[in-house]
């Protein structure tokens, strides 16, 4: 039929995972159209999720950090806090980030067509043009056809059925607005989003509770990096409830009362002025009348797809959190080189190019708490669950000179390295966890080492530089080998 606009390739939602397949596909010479309904580009990361958070979390850090200047003799008093001015500083960073996107698209020529896009057959889309804050959609409808097509429409947060619709229940998009400090949180969640959350809030004054099905916080990571952050934050909270599910909630004057039921049938009851849900996040691959362009969607709707990111219809691709676990920014935008490159490579006649493919050996996951909590690669609990037999490396921080001259010497480094009988005693690394104040900047190190197959004398034999808490993995890896001075 005739179309509206036409593309080599449409990019359908414009995430972390969308922008950067559109901006490579761009580079690389296609004519691209990107379908968002939101005005700004960025998606859940930039606008609210990734970095809002982390432009709050800094603040929190900064005022964490300086109460505790006090036992060095330097007393600033208490801090008061301007949430509106705070929250303006929140929006600026985002405006600042998502405005460079707007900007970059427009240099490259990519075409953004603000609308809620569906396929309509496996060479159209129709979007229906959205428009205020509110994405309402305004009736109008354009068509657009492509060659090929790349799904980057992302998640939602979950929501608890039985939870009454009020003001003072929020996903983490609604605490990200920072209406106000409560003086009771509950966080329905015990994850990196809940507990990075809880922790902006509980600086700004909030007393905290969480609940958690699961029998600890921060699933996911090993246990030892998890104890450190959690003796470290106890003060936080009046309340820990693990293996305890959240089995109803009402909204009263006095605030949103909720109950609660643990495991093993005990029933009890909290009072919060704020209740957070990050109990996780749903795909969007339902969202998209995939159906209508043959694409298959999964019962929970995530899109299956190959290394090279197809779908199983081959002109069509997609990436990032609609296609699975894990739900990171930082593996949406390699995947969307992949899925570019390839469809480069086809339109263009490149093999090389069409040959690209996905092939991360290990993801990074990082808790932006206080302190921060990284880990990547295989963690000591898999290596027992999965009988691999491991050397590991611990380095603690209060032998890091730079830690102790922080005042943050309570963290810890950890490498494990294979220690089957086929490494002879040189294995290479296989994960590594960081607990500590700027875990986050650190893991990419370790994601490094494992990618390239190091071993513990190839790290070890790395001169770090002195004083950091970037040394403490080449401290980590001497550790794992005995002493590297010995060894070729
Ligand atoms: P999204 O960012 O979800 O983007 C999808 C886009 O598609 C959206 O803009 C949406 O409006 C649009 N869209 C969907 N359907 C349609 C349609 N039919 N028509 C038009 N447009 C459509 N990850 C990290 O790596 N580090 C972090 O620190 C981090 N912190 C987070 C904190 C919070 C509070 C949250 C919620 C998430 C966080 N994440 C973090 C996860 C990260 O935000 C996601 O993994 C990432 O945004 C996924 O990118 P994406 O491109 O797949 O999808």
Not at 135 to 148: D, E, N, P, R, V
Not at 149 to 178: H, K, N, W, Y
Not at 189 to 213: F, K, Q
Not at 308 to 318: K, L, S
């Amino acid at each position: 039929g005739s179309a509206d606009l036409s593309c080599d390739l449409l990019v359908l939602g414009a995430g972390p995972g969308g922008y950067s397949a559109a901006f490579r596909a761009a580079d690389l010479g296609l004519k691209v159209i990107v379908v968002e309904r939101y005005a700004a580009l960025g998606g859940v990361c930039l606008n609210v999720g990734c970095i809002p958070s982390k432009a709050l979390l800094h603040v929190a850090a900064v005022m964490d950090e300086v109460s505790h200047l006090g036992d060095l003799g330097v007393d600033f008093g208490a801090p008061s806090v301007n949430v509106d001015k705070l929250r303006g500083h929140k929006e600026k960073v985002i405006s600042k980030l998502t405005g460079g996107l707007a900007a970059m698209a427009k240099m490259r020529k990519v075409t953004v067509v603000r609308g809620y896009g569906s396929f309509i057959d496996a060479h159209h889309v129709e979007v229906e043009e959205t428009s205020g804050e509110a994405q309402a959609k305004t009736g109008a409808k354009k068509t657009i056809h492509f060659s090929q097509a790349i799904i980057a429409a992302g998640s939602q947060a979950v929501r608890l059925p039985f939870l009454p619709q009020d003001e003072r229940i929020v996903d983490s998009t609604g605490a990200l607005e920072l209406k106000g400090t409560p003086k009771k949180m509950l966080i329905i969640g015990g994850g990196i989003i809940g507990l990075e959350m809880g922790t902006v809030y509980s600086t700004l004054g909030a007393r905290l509770d969480v609940v958690e099905m699961l029998d600890g916080l921060m699933q996911g990571a090993d246990r030892d990096l998890v104890k450190v952050w959690q003796k470290m934050n106890a003060k936080r909270f009046d309340n820990i409830m693990l293996k305890t599910k959240t089995v109803g909630a009402t909204a009263t004057p006095e605030g949103i009362k909720v109950q609660f039921e643990g495991l093993d049938g005990t029933k009890s009851e909290g009072l919060y002025d704020l209740v957070l849900q990050a109990v996780g996040r749903t795909p969007n691959g339902k969202k998209v009348a995939a159906e209508k362009a043959g694409v298959a969607v999964t019962d929970r709707g995530f899109i299956n797809v190959d290394v090279q990111m197809r779908t199983n219809v081959p002109h069509i691709f997609a990436i990032g959190d609609v296609v699975g676990q894990p739900m990171l920014a930082h593996k949406a935008v390699h995947e969307a080189h992949v899925a570019a490159e390839v469809a480069a490579g086809v339109q263009l006649g490149d093999a090389n190019l069409a040959k690209s493919q996905f092939d991360a050996r290990v993801i990074p996951s990082v808790a932006y708490t206080d302190p921060e909590v990284a880990w990547v690669g295989l963690t000591e609990d898999q290596a027992k669950a999965q009988g691999i037999k491991v050397k590991k490396g611990l380095f603690p921080w209060t032998a890091s000179g730079r830690a102790i001259a922080n005042g943050r010497d309570e963290g810890f480094t950890k490498l494990l390295f294979d220690d089957s009988p086929e490494a002879h005693g040189h294995g290479k690394i296989l994960g590594g966890g960081i607990v500590g104040t700027h875990a986050g900047d650190m893991i990419g190190e370790i994601a490094l080492a494992i990618e390239m197959g190091a071993n513990a004398v190839d790290i070890g034999k790395t001169i770090h530089p002195h004083p950091t808490l970037g040394e403490s993995i080449g401290m980590a890896a001497e550790v794992a080998h005995g002493s590297c001075t010995d060894l070729p």
